[in-house]
């Protein structure tokens, strides 16, 4: 209820939000009419357009996307041809005629004429396929709960709530809006010039939204923005995640912080058949979610091997679930893949539908929870370090289990390449996104999405600013290389740089070339490239292309991929 409460509430404000500015004008070129026969149609209209095309695209992902960007070529047409009926009376009554005839026969009362609550509502369905990209932190967590979580009536009704906050927002600007219209005609006369100016502000409207200028130019200037409200009210709402627990004090006793959930939910096994709690009772389990394109998982998977085979004759399993944060993650076999490249033996549940993630109401990559031999939670951690406490924890509860003289000492796994431990530098350059869901600090203007667009980086970027170069099509989650010799910068800080990539869906090779401040690399190349910088990209994964000899000094990084069709996922930083 609270949620539903925080999603009316985001909905409600954003009419003070800078991607409804383009839309205000099609709202008040109704307000001089009847509110039940205009404007409520039109706002029933948006609401309905909205709701399905942001449930299309948060059930069917990339096509009900694409679907949406021919509509709203469409929705600007509509909207440009209404525009011009402003400016032009005559235009007005020519296209008119056949909204009136369709209100006429669907509710046999020719009295609606161009009051056809019809034509209203035809044109909210218009304004809501331009509407319905504009989201804040409140509708991104609705969608990314329905990416999570599959079609169910909850994400229809956060939807459907979200719009009628908004709706309920320009209802009332509709009807204030129609009060000030009502008294500018009565003492000016001015009418008609109300109307031309209406057409104008409408086409203005249609220019700045095809020109992106309103998701671009007026989300930047706007002191308006809305996102800071939406996200407090989210965090007024949203439970506090829970913190690591701290590793327990020899004599202390465990809490108990739930029972281990079923794990039916897995989509398929690797190097186990499908384990139980039940036929896992009497042993400790250490259940360890991660995805094989972390670099945080990465590094903390040597310590959670080496306990696996360290205690594995002494009364521990070892559970890996992974679950995708990247959709090709979600492929079988790249899953399998990844759990031989790291010499992954203990039992692997692939948790590509986030059944066993929401079964454990888990937030993290990685994060690891301790179950004694009677099926309860006794401890957890999140993220990396704290190797020696956990491996404290797992020996307590094989102790308490009854298991005796067990291995001494604490594992020490050496790990090299991307597995070797972060240097620690608190100043690295923060996890970076490329898709548009989630980019931050880009420096070449203004993302196309899901357009080709040709990309030039500037002469100078800022610490942790990055940038493209040549032509790109950038989507959610990723951007695709369209021709041949295109680049990525990145000024950024730190001892390791990664980078996930992924050739195309042919599977082709890409190559691809890295420079640190204009120069090959040298002694500072990572385990994927050579000293002159080389490389190659042939799966979909994590790839070291940086590790610097001496120290985590600011460096300027540039990766030029000698063929197209490379998709570029995040960098992360050591």
Known sequence: MLLLIATFLGGLITILSPCILPILPFVFARADRPFLRNGLPMLAGMMLTFTLVASLAAVAGGWAVHANQYGRYLALAVLAIFGASLLSSHLADWISRPFVKLGNTLSQRSSLQKDSPWSAAGLGIATGLLWAPCAGPILGTILTGAALNGANVQTALLLLTYAGGAAVSLALALLVGGRVFALMKRSLGAGEWVRRGLGALVLCGVVAIALG?????????????????????????????????????????????????????????????????????????????WTYSCINCIRSLPYVNAWAQKYRDHGLVVIGVHSPEFAFEKDP??????????????????????????????????????????????????????????????????????????????????????????????????????????????????????????????????????????????????????????????RFQGRDLHLVLGP???????????????????????????????????????????????????????????????????????
């Open 333 to 490: 076999a790249n899953v399998a893949k990844a759990v031989r490249d790291f010499g992954i033996t203990y039992p692997v549940a692939v948790d590509s539908n986030y059944a066993i993630w929401q079964a454990f109401n888990n937030e993290y990559w990685p994060a690891h929870y301790f179950i004694d031999a009677q099926g309860q939670i006794r401890g957890h951690h999140f993220g990396e370090g704290d190797y020696a406490g956990s491996e404290d924890l797992i020996r307590r509860l094989l102790s308490d289990a009854g298991y005796t003289n067990l291995p001494t000492g604490y594992v020490q796994p050496n790990a090299a390449g991307a597995e070797a431990a972060s240097s620690g530098d608190t100043n690295r350059s923060p996890e970076t996104y490329v898709g548009y869901a989630r980019s931050e600090h880009f420096a070449s203007g203004q993302i196309a999405h899901d357009d080709s667009l040709n990309y030039h980086a500037p002469d100078t970027l800022q610490i942790n600013e990055w940038a493209l170069n040549g032509h790109w099509i950038v989507g959610k989650q990723s951007a695709k290389l369209d021709q041949a010799d295109g680049s990525i910068v990145y």
């Open 213 to 289: 200028v309103d998701t671009g130019w007026l989300t930047r200037v706007s002191l308006a923005s809305t996102n800071g409200i939406e996200q407090h009210l989210l965090d007024a709402v949203r439970p506090a995640p829970v913190a690591a627990s701290p590793a327990p004090k020899a004599g202390d006793k465990l809490p108990v912080e739930g029972e281990l959930p079923a794990l039916s939910g897995a989509t398929q096994w690797i190097n186990s058949p499908p384990l139980t709690p039940e036929s896992l009772r009497g042993k400790v389990v250490v259940v360890d979610f």
């Open 504 to 574: 195309d869906s042919d599977g082709k090779p890409v190559r691809f070339r890295v420079t640190l401040d204009g120069k090959a690399p040298g002694a500072d190349h990572g385990a994927d490239i050579d000293a002159d910088g080389n490389g190659t990209v042939t799966s979909q994964r994590l790839y070291q292309l940086v590790r610097q000899t001496h120290g985590t000094g600011d460096r300027v990084f540039e990766i030029t991929f000698l063929d197209s069709g490379v998709h570029v996922y995040a960098f992360t930083f050591g």
